[in-house]
């Protein structure tokens, strides 16, 4: 279990770098006034409406760092700072969120994969962790029956789910900041400063989802080591 524990505190160490320096990307570039004056509400209307999208609505949610797209409903949900302040940051965080609703219209293929596999995920996440620990103990408990490995096997397989989500999500996310800053520079919406800091800005969010990926690959590594290397 020690490299279960090393393991734990590498993934753990790489996503408070990540997300640290990101929170500083962020209030760094927040202290960036746009040239325009426009606020993070403005840019994503524009944007939609450039890309002839007009069923999205861009509304305000609580909270930071809480901004997404959401299909369902057909929204951009922008948090209250992104969604009122005028400045690289905001314009950037709102820019990416409308290159989601880009995606949702023209049919991205990785968008449309990732909400096929959400149903599936939620449940995954919940129980593919007890399972595999469970079918652990139980194997250790019930000796050659196999009962216990095929939990683990079954738990190991939802684990996998994850996985593949969280890769699929990669090229999703990499994807709308692309749309965003082509649409920022194409459109001279920022100017060449601005447009750094919201590339810079992108860039390290898009990390978060880089280091969960790897991190949800090295415990399906981990895990599978476990169960199968455990085989006689």
């Known amino acids: 279990m020690?490299?279960?524990y090393l393991l734990i505190g590498i993934i753990s160490l790489a996503s408070w770098f990540v997300s640290n320096t990101l929170k500083q990307k962020f209030k760094k570039?927040?202290?960036i006034q746009l040239r325009n004056g426009m606020s993070g509400a403005e840019i994503a209307e524009?944007?939609?409406?450039?890309?002839g999208i007009f069923d999205v609505k861009v509304i305000s949610t609580p909270g930071q760092l809480t901004d997404h797209y959401n299909p369902k409903d057909k929204t951009v949900n922008l948090s209250e700072s992104v969604f009122n302040q005028r400045n690289a940051?905001?314009?950037a965080v709102a820019a990416h969120e409308c290159g989601h609703a880009v995606q949702h219209a023209k049919a991205y293929s990785y968008l449309t994969l990732r909400s096929q596999l959400v149903p599936i995920v939620s449940i995954s996440s919940k129980f593919s962790q007890w399972l595999v620990i469970g079918g652990i103990i139980m194997g250790a408990a019930s000796g050659a029956t196999g009962i216990g490995f095929y939990t683990a096997i079954t738990g190991l397989i939802l684990m996998g789910f994850a996985t593949v989500f969280s890769f699929i999500t990669l090229p999703v996310e990499y994807d709308a900041s692309n749309r965003a800053l082509a649409w920022l520079r194409n459109k001279n919406m920022v100017s060449q400063q601005e447009l750094a800091g919201a590339t810079d800005a992108l860039r390290w969010a898009a990390r978060t989802y880089l280091v969960a990926a790897l991190g949800s690959l090295a415990m399906l590594l981990y895990w599978a080591m476990q169960i199968l290397g455990g085989r006689d």
Not at 46 to 51: A, G, I, P
């Open 2 to 4: 020690i490299e279960f």
């Open 29 to 31: 570039y927040s202290q």
């Open 46 to 51: 524009k944007m939609l409406s450039d890309n």
């Open 89 to 91: 940051a905001a314009a």
